[in-house]
């Protein structure tokens, strides 16, 4: 891997996860069903039709032989177009890769997780000498919105992050998304075992927007006290040059003008988002303890938080 | 077709509706989370338009590069263009990449770009354009320029930044167009500047700011007016002829940046035109605009030779001359120095071409007495006999030796008219390039010129403001008496882009005023091989500025032996010198 390569590689903090621009435009061209050829060392070749090339350089464009590298010296010494960070060809196949998969559906399959593992665990709950016996075991999926928040922070500058709150349509309830994503699997598990949603999607929005707020009011907003600082002197400048026509029309437009400018906000905005179907796993138990007594019981395991609870 | 793509925009490119869905103030700040993007896929979803996990994923992950690469303090743009750039030979000077990323990082997106001539604002601009752009800080964009320069900017975004605006055409562009370039003169009047004063923008860029120094006319109260979010003002000239034009300037950009006027005018203001506590003002001026200066440690730029030509007029040119002259003498003898316009023009005129002086002389017949008049109707009579011309022969003389491409300027139109008649007939390709030509036919000229014409000949309303770094021949049929007038003619091969040295050809009419008019300009002050900084300064310091010509003309009409001319213009010169030498150390030199 070369260093630009290096340079682009980003660590997404907390999932482990490498994301190179280089996995992710072979990644797109994948998706394309194209498949580039190596010409020479660092040289890909690709055709790519009109309809593609359009959306990529504009309705003028026509299909093409894309010859395209990951290292400068190649592109200046073989001329093929370099991808790299904020080149022009990374930036439009960024731009068509975002403007992809707005919304999606997919479920967890009920058999990425150990059983044997979970009555395990679930034995763990219950005090040593009791007897359990599974009476009945279910799967029901739950309904999750996950949704990616774009989280622009107006001060003197722009700061953007993203959020991504999970939302279960069932409970209402905000979580973090801690399952690897690549135990997913396209589309809809069986209907039969799909809880209805109580939530509607403008509540799970409004819940996903609460959270993100929550979480800001705790953060450190610096970036707010500086921008405040700077309106409040360009609005003394104001003041002082308006003295005597503050009532003027051209005050209140430069008022509203340095207010666009310098009044700390953040924008939250919906990038993409995906129904999620996560099951939730119901067990049924007949507890006996030491004395002999029976107890009818009712245990839950919830993959979002890896945990047990009794119903 | 194995993909179906999605071609709308995405939420982050969308055109923003602003519709709020739900609004929160917290301690220091306010929170909007927006309807758009939740609408975009709830309509998806409506519609039963889902996609792919793995593009869902890919998606996902391209968002989070995007935002990363919106990280860096480093201007996007640059990566963005390289290859483009390679490919049209554009060089980014690093004063140009510094001040693109000061507006940005440290102004705030609020500048006046006040560079000197020919140091490349409009790249400047341009830079800072695209960086807004990409960063998507900017959508909604307009560029107000004089109705010549719109084909320039045009084309200058398309080809060097990627950038395609659109050009002002009718009532409903201001509002559709997200990057428009349109005519102040036409913004500034109705039913346009209502429709513009009710639009926000992200950024405005106006180019030739200088034309606002005066608050009172309707271009600048039209500009105030204007809601934007960032804005640039591109001039070489902040200021022309006093401290109030640069407060006004940053009035519109910054109001209150330089305290009020009455504040202004007794903190910073020694006269009308000279400053006090200049190292404060020059402190205040920093924070919202850049001056980059031709010099060391800026930009490097070829050479300028100068070849003077000097022709001999036959005898009958040489007394028609010398009429001329004397009837330009007895006229400002009668009339006195006030109207000594017309003359000035009709003693350049006579050095350009009799077709010139004559039809100045016609006019003029009407307004004199009627010896006088008998003298004009005389002297348009041997005009016309005259069927020689020394300085065109000299001309296609020169122009047979030349291989590549050439501009010849003239002041006159009734000059140019009859260069080009003398060059096609010889057999050149010309084109001419005038004031009166429309917006888009100067830029047709233009492109003619570069791709097949060999000779262009422009008078000076054509040279402003319009680049041909892809000649490096100049030829001045006639000088101009102006040191600013000579740079702009010269700036317009001689500038960032232009990688070969300029070849000037002067040629200059022996025995005649041109003779004198070299000796200042050449000889004395050195203008055309070397670019003399601040000249605008140092003509507004020595109260000169339009009046330099008539200055010249004084001198001229009151002695008649050519020693004590040249004397009182050597002396003009040292005169024009030691301002040089009082701007740069006086605090003029605060810009």
């Known amino acids: ?311 | 077709m194995h993909w179906s793509f999605q071609t709308f925009s995405s939420p982050a490119e969308a055109k923003k509706t602003g519709q709020i869905f739900q609004e929160t103030t917290l301690a220091n700040f306010r929170v909007e989370a927006l309807s758009d993007g939740f609408l975009t896929v709830i309509s998806q979803l409506r519609a039963k338009q889902v996609d792919t996990w793995d593009w869902f994923l890919l998606g996902k992950e391209a968002d989070q590069l995007i935002i990363n690469q919106g990280k860096t303090n480093q201007l996007l743009a640059i990566d963005y263009l390289r290859e483009l750039w390679e490919k049209m030979g554009v060089i980014p000077y690093p004063h140009q990449l510094s001040t693109a990323k000061k507006v940005i990082h440290e102004m705030q997106g609020q500048a006046i770009l006040a560079d000197e001539v020919g140091l490349g604002k409009t790249i400047e601009a341009g830079l800072i354009l695209k960086e807004y752009l990409l960063r998507n800080l900017a959508k909604k964009v307009l560029i107000l320029t004089p109705a010549s320069l719109l084909w320039q900017w045009y084309h200058e975004l398309y080809e060097k930044f990627n950038i395609a605006a659109g050009i002002q055409r009718s009532r409903w562009d201001w509002e559709f167009s997200d990057i428009l370039i349109a005519s102040l003169d036409t913004a500034k009047r109705e039913p346009h500047a209502s429709v513009i004063s009710g639009i926000i923008y992200d950024l405005i860029i106006i180019d030739e700011a200088h034309k606002l120094k005066n608050s009172s006319t309707q271009a600048y109260r039209f500009v105030n007016s204007l809601q934007k979010k960032y804005c640039l003002m591109l001039t070489a000239t902040p200021i022309q002829n006093d401290l109030k034009e640069l407060y006004n300037l940053i009035a519109l950009i910054k109001p209150g940046q330089l305290g009020s006027y009455r504040t202004f005018k007794k903190q910073f203001m020694e006269s009308k035109r000279i400053p006090k506590n200049p190292r404060k003002l020059k402190g205040l001026l920093n924070k919202v605009m850049i001056r980059n200066k031709r010099g060391a440690g800026t930009v490097e730029f070829t050479k300028r030779i100068v070849n003077p030509i000097v022709i001999s007029l036959t005898p009958a040119e040489q007394e028609l001359y010398r009429r001329v002259t004397e009837f330009i003498r007895a006229r400002s003898k009668n009339s006195g120095l006030k109207n000594i316009l017309p003359l000035i023009t009709l003693q350049r005129e006579v050095c350009s071409s009799f077709l010139a002086t004559g039809l100045t002389l016609e006019k003029m017949i009407v307004n004199l007495d009627n010896a006088e008049a008998s003298e004009a109707a005389s002297l348009l009579k041997d005009l016309a006999d005259v069927k020689q011309n020394s300085k065109c022969d000299a001309l296609e003389k020169l122009v047979r030796t030349l291989t590549d491409k050439v501009i010849i300027f003239t002041e006159f139109k009734a000059s140019q008219k009859y260069i080009r008649y003398r060059l096609e007939k010889a057999g050149y390709f010309t084109v001419a390039f005038d004031g009166s030509l429309s917006r888009g036919k100067k830029q047709w000229v233009r492109s003619v010129f570069q791709k097949d014409a060999q000779i262009l000949v422009s008078t000076e309303s054509g040279g402003e403001g319009l680049n041909f770094q892809f000649c490096n021949q100049v030829i001045n049929f006639d000088l101009p008496w102006n040191p600013m007038r000579l740079e702009q003619r010269i700036g317009r091969v001689h500038r960032l882009g232009q990688t070969r040295d300029v070849q000037i050809y002067n040629l200059i009419t022996k025995g005649t005023i041109e003779e004198h008019i070299m000796f200042l300009l050449h000889q004395k002050i050195n203008m055309f091989e070397s670019i003399i900084g601040e000249l605008d300064a140092i003509l507004l310091h020595l109260k000169l500025g339009r009046s330099f010509e008539a200055e010249i003309m004084k001198i001229f009409l009151a002695h008649e032996e050519k020693e004590l001319i040249r004397e009182k213009l050597a002396s003009f010169g040292d005169h024009f010198l030691e301002g040089q030498k009082q701007v740069k150390e006086s605090s003029w030199d605060l810009l």
């Open chain 1, 1 to 311: 891997m070369g260093s630009s390569l290096i340079a682009v590689s980003l660590f997404l903090r907390g999932r482990g996860v490498v994301i190179t621009l280089t996995s992710l435009v072979f990644r797109f061209f994948e998706l394309c069903r194209l498949e580039p050829v190596q010409i020479r060392p660092g040289i890909w070749q690709v055709q790519i039709e009109q309809s593609l090339m359009q959306e990529l350089d504009g309705r003028r464009a026509g299909n093409r032989l894309l010859q395209f590298t990951f290292e400068q010296h190649l592109a200046k010494k073989y001329g093929a177009e370099l991808i790299c960070e904020g080149s022009y060809r990374s930036n439009t196949i960024l731009r068509l890769i975002q403007k992809q998969g707005l919304l999606t559906r997919a479920y967890l399959p009920d058999y990425v997780f150990d059983q044997a593992m979970l009555q395990k665990r679930m034995l763990e709950k219950f005090p040593q000498g009791n007897r359990i016996y599974i009476v009945k075991y279910e799967t029901v999926y739950d309904q999750h919105l996950w949704i990616q928040l774009l989280t622009t922070r107006w001060g003197l500058e722009k700061r953007e992050t993203i959020a991504d709150p999970l939302i279960n349509l069932s409970t209402g309830e905000v979580s973090k998304f801690t399952i690897s994503t690549r135990l997913f699997l396209q589309g809809l598990p069986n209907k039969n075992t799909v809880r209805t949603r109580k939530l509607s999607f403008k509540k799970a929005f409004a819940a996903a927007v609460n959270n993100l707020e929550q979480i800001l009011a705790e953060e450190n907003d610096e970036w707010a006290q500086i921008s405040l600082q700077k309106l409040e002197k360009e609005q003394t400048k104001l003041d002082h040059f308006y003295e005597g026509r503050l009532d003027s029309k051209a005050y209140h437009l430069k008022t509203e003008e340095i207010k666009r400018r310098f009044l700390p906000k953040v924008e939250i905005d919906t990038l993409r988002a995906a129904l999620l179907y996560i099951p939730l796993y119901r067990y049924r138990l007949i507890v006996v303890d030491r004395t002999g007594q029976e107890q009818n019981k009712c245990i839950y395991y919830d993959p979002i938080s890896n945990s047990l609870a009794l119903g």
